[in-house]
Nanobody, 115 residues
Framework: QVQLVESGGGLVQPGGSLRLSCAAS????????MGWYRQAPGKQRESVAT???????NYADSVKGRFTISRDNAKNTVYLQMTSLEPEDTAVYYC?????????WGQGTQVTVAS
């Protein structure tokens, strides 16, 4: 069983920054992929960024150059540094972990970008 707990969401003004964290616990071993997704009201959940165990990253076009995903394997934690935030980034952000062919999700953290 794997548990994911996100933190770091909140209200920020346009142009501001936030750092999200997602700590994984449970039966974790070997290589696994972690990622961040988001879901805005009335929209489908979309991928924001992913990172492999070796550190290979992938980003959605809408966040390239503004968001940075990183991970600390010793802590089983993935981070999402978000800068130059825009109102369009407002959403519930979820982290996930792909391990052994199974996908695990966190409970989500709200990010609101508004003045």
């Amino acid at each position: 069983q794997v548990q994911l707990v996100e933190s770091g969401g909140g209200l920020v003004q346009p142009g501001g920054s936030l750092r999200l964290s997602c700590a994984a616990s449970g039966s974790i071993s070997g290589a696994y992929v972690m990622g961040w997704y988001r879901q805005a009201p009335g929209k489908q959940r979309e991928s924001v960024a992913t990172i492999t165990g070796r550190g290979t990253t992938n980003y959605a076009d809408s966040v390239k150059g503004r968001f940075t995903i990183s991970r600390d394997n010793a802590k089983n934690t993935v981070y999402l540094q978000m800068t130059s935030l825009e109102p369009e980034d407002t959403a519930v952000y979820y982290c996930n972990l792909l391990l052994g062919g199974r996908l695990y999700w966190g409970q989500g953290t709200q990010v609101t970008v508004a003045s």
